[in-house]
Structures are given as C-alpha cells and as structure tokens.
C-alpha cells in the first residue's frame, strides 16, 4: 500500500458533521470527506465540477490520528456566529431577515492523516496528489476557508510518500505525531484516536481497539449520497517524551 501522510497543523479546524437548524458544530476529528477534499483541493480538482468529484472521493480511503497539542485533555472548543441574510431554513424556504447562527471551531489540536488509492482507482492520481501538497492548485484549509494552515503539511525531513502495510502506515502516523508535539518541549503522554477503513488493521497490538461505526459517504458538494463506510476506532496511548 501507498499512502500520502499529511500533517495538519493549525491554530483552529472545524471538522463539519451533521448539523440541524442554524448551528455547525466540529466533530473531535477529521471527516473522510473533508480529508479527500482538502487533497482535491491542492490537486486542483473544481468543486463545481460533480463529476469530477464523484471520482475523486470514490477513489481514496483515510486513516487519521487525532490528539490534543500538549496535554491529555480533550480539544478546547470555541464557539463563534456569523449572520446571513437570504439564507434557506429547514423547510427549504429563503428567509430574508438575518440569520444568527453559531460555529464550532476546535483549538489546540494537531491530526495526521494517511491517503490511499482505492485498488479500483487510476494509479496516477497518486502522483496528481504529490504534486499538488507541494504546490497546490487551490488553498487547503482546515474544514472551513477561515482556518488556514500555520505550516507546510508535512514534515520536512519525512517522506510524503510512504508504502508498507496498514499497521506500518498507522506507526507512521503515530511516530509523526510524537514528533510533532514534542518539536518545541517536551510533551505529555499521547492519548490519540485513530480511525481507519475497517478491515485495515485487524488485530493491531499498537492501539486498543474501541469499536466499529460507519460514517457517511457523501460525494463532495453532490446531492447524494452511497450510504456509508464503515471505520474502525483505535485508541493510542504513548508515555511522555522528551525534546528532540
């Protein structure tokens, strides 16, 4: 297996899941789609173009490690609003007073995350994607436009491009996270979750398995949906470490 290894860096990220009424609440980690949007981004994919995006998202899967910067605790939270006018309420109707509604950002979180070509996908998208990390066609960002990047998303002095099986994969993500929270200090212990496709990391000694859910599978900016994929969750514990 192939796989992009991405770092996501960043002061806030909202990963959007559903919403009713007015409020966008963030979900604790990163979503499939906004992981294979954020490469459909750099790869220059139109979002306009339904097509286009259909087969891109049909075309990867993700796995993704989530964790507080420096501490144990869950992601702080912040809560912002925003006002629209001429906005569509839950009946489907234009309301043309303004609309008050809230947003869910987190803070003081870091994710990795792992992309992979399906087997069925076109082996060259691979490097569309490379290519695009290092110059992207349009500006990523963190779940909404107002959360850019605060680094490069990768490292430096780690490959972009790893192979190896699933559980190799996984301790790639696992190592880069160590690294990343303990750049400028020493870190407290890591306690991440991991998601990944189910089936990829059966009886993993690396992380404890929690359990199996499925998620939507939507298509980027489509009106419809293939129901769901199913991941498995995995929580990672590691002891503290120091500097360097």
Known sequence: ???????????????????????????????????????GACAGIDRHDVAALDAWYQAW???????????????????????????LNTSGKTVADAVISHRGYLQDTIDVAALALQPHADPTL???????????????????ISNPFSALPWLPDRDILVEGEAAQIAAVLVERMQHLRTVE?????????????????ENWSEGRFAYRTGIPDRRLGAPLSYGQRMVDLFYVEREEMSHG
């Open 61 to 87: 899967d993700c796995m993704s490690l989530t964790a507080h910067r420096s501490s144990t605790e869950l992601p702080s939270l912040l809560l912002d609003f925003q006002t629209a006018r001429c906005s």
């Open 126 to 144: 691979l490097e569309l994607a490379l290519a695009g990390i290092k110059t992207p066609v349009y500006t990523p960002y963190l779940g909404r």
């Open 185 to 201: 200090k020493a870190a407290p212990a890591l306690r991440g979750k991991l998601f990944a496709p189910s089936g990829w990391l």
């Open 1 to 39: 297996m192939k796989a992009l290894v991405l770092t996501l860096q960043g002061h806030l990220r909202s990963w959007g899941g559903m919403s009713l009424g007015d409020n966008r609440e963030t979900l604790l980690h990163p979503t499939a789609s906004a992981l294979i949007g954020l490469l």
